[in-house]
């Protein structure tokens, strides 16, 4: 089974200040099958990144995925006051189906 | 729109049993994988159970392998998943998902709101 970390934890920042977003796998993991969400509080996820670079449907070009192999990153360019939630990335497997990161609140500062 | 809808949540007493419910519209649900994820309180995200477009195909955590079981009528544009032998680790919001495979990419593009399951005595 692929293991998913993500870090950090939690992130502090200030509006219009860019974000980070790690997310390590234990195993190689195909791009194609990377994706991430984000969820605010009391709502369901919502598709942000899939094919580890590609933006959904409606997703501002402030979001951008990036990596490879074990290592994705999530940026958010300039943070607006909508985009403090947390971040989950996902991956595509055999056993099971599907693995999630434990996630990422990006918090203000 | 393209919307999915849960309903079917509620609290149960642990060994009980409880049946969720996911209404889809605005899409040809039958066209469509779907999975159910859960969330406990405070916590990330759990992929559930997985069913394929025709219902031919069936994979389960094995956290909830033998207890819940997950089906769909696509005459009626709906998902279920019956939840059998419930434990207080099972208490959580559960979501249904539409999976999308596009090309080599597979994502979940599509959630419901939730349904709440608490389990307690």
């Known amino acids: 089974e692929i293991v998913l970390t993500q870090s950090p934890g939690t992130l502090s920042l200030s509006p219009g200040e860019r974000a980070t977003l790690s997310c390590r796998a234990s195993?190689?993991?195909?791009?194609?099958?990377l994706a991430w969400y984000q969820q605010k509080p009391g709502q369901a996820p919502r598709l942000l990144i899939y094919?580890?670079?590609s933006r959904a449907t409606g997703i501002p070009d402030r979001f951008s995925g990036s990596g490879s192999g074990t290592d994705f990153t999530l940026t958010i360019s300039r943070l607006e006051p909508e985009d403090f939630a947390v971040y989950y990335c996902q991956q595509y497997g055999s056993s099971p189906r599907w693995t999630f990161g434990q996630g990422t609140k990006v918090e203000i500062k | 729109q393209v919307q999915l809808v849960e309903s079917g949540g509620g609290l149960v007493k642990p060994g009980g049993s409880l049946r969720l419910s996911c209404a889809a519209s605005g899409f040809t649900f039958s066209d469509y994988y779907m999975s159910w994820i859960r969330q406990a309180p405070g916590k990330g995200l759990e992929w559930v159970s997985y069913i394929s477009s025709s219902g031919s195909t069936i994979y389960y955590a094995d956290s909830v392998k033998g207890r819940f079981t997950i089906s769909r009528d696509n005459a009626k544009n709906s998902l279920y998943l019956q939840m059998n032998s419930l434990r207080a680790e099972d208490t959580a919001v559960y979501y249904c998902?539409?999976?999308?495979?596009?090309?080599?990419?597979?994502?979940?593009?599509?959630w419901g709101k939730g349904t709440t399951v608490t389990v307690s005595s």
């Open positions: 195993q190689s993991v195909s791009s194609s099958y």
């Open positions: 094919g580890a670079s």
């Open positions: 998902a539409r999976e999308q495979q596009l090309y080599y990419y597979y994502y979940m593009d599509v």
